[in-house]
Nanobody, 115 residues
Framework: QVQVVQSGGGLVQAGGSFGVTCAAS????????MEWYRQSPGNQRELVAE??????TNYADSVKGRFTISRDTSKMETLQMNDLKVEDTAVYYC??????????WGQGTQVTVSS
């Protein structure tokens, strides 16, 4: 059974940078993809970034050029967030898309950007 644990997050001023990491209990390169979602109060959870098993990345338009998803080790990946905006404030969730029908979510991490 795959387990996913997130770390990072907190409070940062607008324009600052922050990284949140996701550690899996198995080699993430064997998963279909690793994804980051975020959810702010009153809004639906939205896909922010993803990295496939082949290393291809995809980003939401709202974060392109500011956020970077990368695999750090065989079991850890990071979402690096730069030039943060107040509207980036949300709970960020890591998701391991292990197979087409098996996904595992992280516990969620609050990121708050102050003006």
């Amino acid at each position: 059974q795959v387990q996913v644990v997130q770390s990072g997050g907190g409070l940062v001023q607008a324009g600052g940078s922050f990284g949140v990491t996701c550690a899996a209990s198995q080699d993430i390169a064997t998963f279909r993809a690793m994804e980051w979602y975020r959810q702010s109060p009153g809004n639906q959870r939205e896909l922010v970034a993803e990295i496939s098993s082949s290393g291809n990345t995809n980003y939401a338009d709202s974060v392109k050029g500011r956020f970077t998803i990368s695999r750090d080790t065989s079991k850890m990946e990071t979402l690096q967030m730069n030039d943060l905006k107040v509207e980036d404030t949300a709970v960020y969730y890591c998701k391991a898309l292990v197979t087409a029908t098996y996904e595992v979510w992280g516990q969620g991490t609050q990121v708050t950007v102050s003006s």
